[in-house]
């Protein structure tokens, strides 16, 4: 079942609006859709902070705006204070369930891949996908799973082991993770390079060119 969440219509200008709406403790937002024409509303930003820790920044969400619109939606977009971690603003995408819709799930490492434990470094290329599916078969993460890694292997997108009802829309050879050798500086280079330059012996000539 949907969350529900309740908001208000809001006015868009001036810039002073939105900071008393932080101020009284709400969420500047808008709604994108059919027949929605970017509606501007306000949510409570401490009831929206617990939906999202709850539910996910993609939740699926019954949105009712005061004056009697209601719109299905998902939470699209989510931007927040770069210092205070608060809510800034957000962005809802009207949705029907019965409709795919587009959006990005985290891609989850399990295991400890065996080329680290011989001394290999771990490159973590790809952290999630761009996927399609109806709102309700979206998955929370995809598991990658690593414990048979060795230096020189790599798992790109076409590995992984995708949930029936996903379409993957990122590129299939993009590399997810990869195992690589550590760049070890060679020691008898680096102890030329920390040797001084021998000094050049340069004779002393006459005016015409031979040796004293």
């Known amino acids: 079942m949907a969350v ?8 868009t200008k ?3 609006v939105l900071r008393k709406l932080r101020k009284a403790g709400k969420v500047p937002a808008i709604v994108y859709g059919k027949d929605t024409n970017g509606a501007a509303i306000a949510v409570d930003a401490m009831e929206m902070d617990k939906v999202l820790r709850d539910e996910g920044d993609f939740a699926i969400l019954d949105l009712e705006v005061a004056g009697g619109q209601a719109y299905k939606v998902m939470v699209s977009e989510v931007q927040k204070d770069p210092l205070k971690r608060t809510l800034t603003h957000l962005d809802f995408q009207t949705i029907r369930m019965d409709e795919p819709v587009d959006s990005e799930v985290v891609i989850e490492l399990v295991g400890e891949a065996r080329g680290v434990k011989d001394g290999g470094v771990l490159q973590h290329g790809l952290r999630a996908l761009e996927v399609r599916t109806l709102p309700d078969a979206r998955p929370d993460v995809i598991t990658c799973s690593i414990d048979d890694l060795s230096i020189g292997d790599s798992i790109n997108v ?3 082991e995708i949930p029936e009802g996903v379409e993957v829309l990122t ?5 997810v993770i990869s195992v690589v ?3 070890m500086e060679d020691a008898e280079d680096a102890d030329d390079a920390d040797a001084p330059e021998a000094p050049k012996l340069v004779e002393n000539t006459t005016d015409d060119g031979s040796p004293e």
């Open 158 to 160: 076409a590995q992984l």
């Open 14 to 16: 001036p810039k002073s």
């Open 181 to 183: 050798a550590p760049v």
């Open 171 to 175: 590129n299939p050879e993009e590399v």
């Open 4 to 11: 529900v969440i309740r908001a208000e219509t809001r006015e």
